[in-house]
């Protein structure tokens, strides 16, 4: 796991900030970028010259284009629809997620309010991108089969 780069997609200021610091605390040589909403994370993608991040954790509910409208888009680009997305929420309703994946995220995840969880679930994302791209390339472009889309990082979740 280490050179990830990583762009995070969040409107919540605290919330990137708590994920900056739990990614900061687990020691991973990691970049992170940080846009604001989806218009933001759009643009930001489609800059010329731009590398694409390892991973983009999406938040489902931004201003200006949510993560529905994001990931619809990202999946429909002919250069994007390989970037793995980790979307999270603060929600965890079944059609919901159901629907993303679906949609083509590569991973859910539950948004957790305490700072320790959040270092677990943060790490168990990040360690399952890394085995992705161990995986022969073919591999690792193919779909996270339903059972494990959802990234609990040892939060009890039921499905």
Known sequence: MN???ILLADDDLDDCHFFK??????ALNSHLITVHNGEELMSHLFTDNVTLPHVL???LNMPRKNGFEC????????DLKLLPVIVFSTS?????????Y???????????????????????ALQHIARDMDI?????RMQTSESNFVITGGQNLVL
């Open 71 to 78: 990931l619809a888009e990202i999946k429909s680009d002919a």
């Open 136 to 140: 022969e390339n073919s591999a690792a």
């Open 3 to 5: 050179n990830l780069n």
């Open 57 to 59: 954790f999406l938040d």
């Open 92 to 100: 965890f309703d079944q059609e919901r997620v159901k629907l993303l």
């Open 21 to 26: 610091d739990a990614l900061t605390s687990l």
């Open 102 to 124: 679906d949609s083509g995220a590569k991973y859910f995840m539950r948004k957790p309010a305490a700072f320790s969880q959040l270092k677990a679930v943060i790490h168990d």
